[in-house]
Structure formats: structure tokens, C-alpha cells
């Protein structure tokens, strides 16, 4: 974490950027990110820090999102609202975080985390299956057992079954992702 940057600092600009709801689960997906993080021998201070930061952008309205992150691809232009873990990058980057685990943790918890990011991981498990949601319980359970590969790779091929059922156009980095997981 870099010291320039308190997580009491973030915790309070973050607040500021989203409803009391989204606080709530914002809250316990950086707990719990902290868990999963010290269950698989992770930093938990960074793992709370980029839960925290996660969905800093999720309410912001779509121009902003589009102005911050020009979509790149179709289902970027499609599905506006898909940019904010972009969006919340920037915003973290603008804030002096500079980790970037954190910080492709914070953009990779919607289409996915870049090979090896195992603190995006957690995160990306952190959101999925915290209790809030009351779904992926099985998930959370792998992750806090010190399976956080295993985990994100049934979270990730959850998420691509879950939007092909649904005929929802699937982003490359999720595929990716997908592709990369379950080999
Ligand atoms: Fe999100």
C-alpha cells in the first residue's frame, strides 16, 4: 500500500461517492477481501484497500463512465455501466494509489483480473460471494480455505455461464480470463 495514501482516507472519499446500500456491500466485500487475502497468504491491509476501492465508480452516471473510459469494443459501448471498474481505477490512480494490484484488482472485478493478480482474486471472489448477495456461499467457503484459485475459477466460469444463458455478449477479458482459469 503506498503510505502516502491512508485506507481511513479512501474509506471516507469512497463513502462520499456512493449510497448508503452500496457502502454496506462495498464494506463487506473489503472484509471480506481481507480474509480470503490472509487465508491464502496475501497482504490483507491491500486486499481490504482494493475492496474498498472496487465499486467507487458504480454509481457515477454513464457520460461520466464513457468520459473517463472511451469504450474500446462493443460490449464496452453496449453496456455502459460495465465501465466502472475502469472508471473506479482512474479515480483510485487520481487518488495516489498506486499499487497496481490494487488497482487492476479495482478494474478486473468486472470482466475479470489479469493472470497471476492473485490480490485481484480475492477480490473478484470477495464480490461474488459476500454474504450480502446470499448466493455462492460454496465459493466463499474454497477461497477462505485457502483455494483462491479454484475459487475465482468457478466464480469466473459462473459469471460466462451465467450470461450465456442469458444471451448477454461476454467481454474479451472475461473470456479470457475464463480461458486462462479453467485450463
Ligand atoms: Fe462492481
Redesign the pocket.
Known sequence: MPNTVSTRAIADKVRQQVSRKRWEHILRVAELAGEIAKANGLDPQKAYLAGLL??VA?ELPEEELVRLCPPQNEVERSHPRSL??CAGRKIADGWGVDDPEILDAVEG??WGVSRGNLLGMAVYVA?SSEPGRRVNERIRELALAGRLREAYAQAVAKKVEYLRAKGIPIHPRTLKSYAETQA
Open positions: 472496487h465499486d458504480r466502472h471498474g472485478h468486472v464480490d
